[in-house]
């Protein structure tokens, strides 16, 4: 089984200063990761993804993830917010092609990141 | 662009009564997800479905079924709605069942149970 722990379920952060999201996980097999962001009253779209290769991803819109098998995390990052990236983000975790429940997408809680002028 | 498309953005029903929620994708993917979204909570699997008739239960399956009787559509059904239904119901697809693939999601159905 998967789970996955965002471990800040808020954070405040003033326009232009660095920010990271915390996520770490948990499972018996290995895993694909993906961060999602959710602007108010949409659907969710994804960031970035983590498949294998470099452990440092880079999505869309200035973010970046760094994955760390010792450590089980994926920590998503930015090195300067927009008041635009005000939003709500989801880490998540997919069993490895092969393994059992394959495709299976296991949500975290989310983070609110909060962009203040 | 894929597109996935829940029925109703707003659906208020009464305690008892069965509810189904549609979803609808355009783009051939094998998989379908049924996801509900709570505060503090995040989303929560409730139901995958791998291929047409194939179904697994999520973390939280109670008080819920669902139907795939066709690879596009995806149906989510509460046989009897329940206050503690009310919640934020988010569909999504992605492409095939090797992981790994995007996972595209509907802009979601927000029920309210009275």
């Known amino acids: 089984a998967q789970s996955v722990t965002q471990l800040d379920s808020q954070v405040p952060v003033f326009e232009e200063a660095p920010v990271e999201l915390r996520c770490n996980y948990s499972s018996s097999v290995s895993v694909y990761l993906f961060w999602y962001v959710q602007y108010p009253n949409q659907g969710l779209q994804l960031l970035l993804k983590?498949?294998?290769?470099?452990?440092l991803v880079k999505g869309i819109n200035g973010f970046e993830a760094e994955f760390n098998k010792s450590q089980t995390s994926f920590h998503l990052r930015k090195p300067s917010v927009h008041i635009s990236d005000t939003a709500e983000y989801f880490c998540a975790v997919s069993p490895l092609h092969g393994s059992s429940n394959t495709g299976k997408l296991i949500f975290g809680q989310g983070t609110t990141l909060q962009v203040k002028p | 662009d894929v597109k996935v498309t829940q029925s109703s953005r707003y659906l208020v029903k009464r305690t008892g009564e069965k509810v189904f929620l549609e979803c609808v994708q355009d783009?051939?993917?094998?998989?379908m997800f049924w996801y509900r979204q709570d505060p503090g909570l995040g989303l929560r699997l409730i139901y995958f479905?791998?291929?047409?008739?194939?179904?697994e239960k999520g973390d939280i399956p109670e008080g819920y079924s669902v139907s795939r009787e066709k690879k596009e559509r995806f149906s989510l059904i509460l046989e009897s709605a329940s206050t503690n239904q009310t919640s934020m119901y988010l569909c999504?697809?992605?492409?095939?069942?090797?992981?790994?693939?995007?996972?595209?999601f509907g802009q979601g159905t927000r029920l309210t149970v009275v």
């Open positions: 983590y498949l294998s290769g470099s452990t």
């Open positions: 479905s791998y291929d047409v008739k194939m179904k």
């Open positions: 783009m051939d993917h094998e998989n």
């Open positions: 999504a697809s992605s492409l095939n069942p090797t992981g790994g693939t995007e996972a595209f």
